[in-house]
Nanobody, 116 residues
Framework: QVQLVESGGGLVQAGGSLRLSCIVS????????MGWYRQAPGKQRESVAT???????NYADSVKGRFSISRDNGKNTVYLQMNSLKPEDTAVYYC??????????WGQGTQVTVSS
């Protein structure tokens, strides 16, 4: 069974940076289109950034120019570099597949809290 394990969250001041990591178990990670998602209290989960299996990236308008998604297929890991963080970025961040790749069971996520 494929598992997702997110890490790297924490408490940071506005303007700061964090780097999230997501390790995906299983042998076919390189074939997956992947994405980072977030859910703030009282809100629906939303897509933040995606990266295809050929490394084409896309971002939500709210994070363009501040966040960067990347992947290391040798380590079965997808990353989210978050710069110039804002209080509205506060949420639990999750990784999962994207686009046509079959959705995996959600992991526990990693909490990101940005103080003003």
């Amino acid at each position: 069974q494929v598992q997702l394990v997110e890490s790297g969250g924490g408490l940071v001041q506005a303007g700061g940076s964090l780097r999230l990591s997501c390790i995906v178990s299983g042998r076919i990670f390189s074939l997956y289109n992947m994405g980072w998602y977030r859910q703030a209290p009282g809100k629906q989960r939303e897509s933040v950034a995606t990266i295809t299996n050929v490394r084409v990236t896309n971002y939500a308008d709210s994070v363009k120019g501040r966040f960067s998604i990347s992947r290391d297929n040798g380590k079965n890991t997808v990353y989210l570099q978050m710069n110039s963080l804002k209080p509205e970025d506060t949420a639990v961040y999750y990784c999962n597949t994207a686009f046509s790749s079959p959705r995996l069971d959600w992991g526990q996520g990693t909490q990101v809290t940005v103080s003003s």
